[in-house]
């Protein structure tokens, strides 16, 4: 069964810090890796990773995958109270299953003045 | 482009009663998707339709569970009767490929 790690669960900055957010994988057939924020409602999508030691970048938002050690990171540099959120990890497998997507617990990052 | 529309956001039900959740896909999406978040879990895929057949329902937690798209459009998910453990964030999300999902903002079920 497939499996997503997040980690911290919850963190707490002030504005201006910069974040590291954690994602560990197990997959069968790996096929993508994807980063959504939530604020108070629907997820939206940020990020689709394939291949790794491809950075994505999107604004102060970055993210790069590591297919060898299953894991991927999301960099939120000089982070804004708008950027408190739940950020979700999810993967998707290339199996039968290939439209499902497996998340994570998420991240909460709260951003204080 | 319109989004991903379900209803109601909120509903609080007794144990034994009935529930039907309604997901509007955006417009022109085959594909849509039931998903559920209960407190402290990981979101949960539930089932998948590709237009009005069930693609994957693999997810389904048991038969009380009904879920249907008619005609390929909106899609509704009843559980009857709901027991406490069916309390949880049900969100419905749609794509025209695999790539491209987009949810919508949930339903907060409550079964006291």
């Known amino acids: 069964e497939d499996k997503v790690v997040q980690s911290p669960l919850s963190l707490v900055v002030h504005e201006g810090d910069t974040v590291t957010l954690n994602c560990s994988y197990e997959v069968t057939n790996f096929r993508s890796l994807l980063w959504y924020k939530q604020e108070k409602k629907a997820p939206t999508f940020l990020f689709m990773l394939?291949?790794?030691?491809i950075e994505k970048k999107s604004g102060r938002l970055s993210s790069i995958l590591d297919k060898k050690e299953l894991f991927s990171i999301l960099n939120i540099t000089a982070t804004q109270t708008g950027d408190s959120a739940v950020y979700l990890c999810a993967v998707r497998d290339s199996g039968a299953g290939s439209y499902q997507l497996t998340f994570g617990k998420g991240t909460k990052l709260s951003v204080i003045p | 482009e319109a989004g991903v529309t379900q209803f109601p956001s909120h509903s609080v039900i007794e144990k034994g009663q009935t529930v039907t959740l309604r997901c509007d896909p955006i417009s022109g999406h085959d594909n849509l998707y039931w998903y559920r978040r209960v407190m402290g879990k990981e979101i949960k895929f539930l089932l998948h339709f590709v237009k009005e057949s069930k693609q994957d329902e693999s997810g389904m937690p048991n038969n009380r569970f009904l879920a249907e798209r008619t005609g390929g459009t909106y899609s509704t998910l009843k559980v009857q009767p709901a027991e406490l453990e069916d309390s949880g964030v049900y969100f419905c999300?749609?794509?025209?490929?695999?790539?491209?999902?987009?949810f919508g903002s949930g339903t907060r079920l409550t079964v006291v």
């Open positions: 999300a749609s794509s025209q490929d695999i790539y491209g999902y987009t």
């Open positions: 394939t291949s790794s030691g």
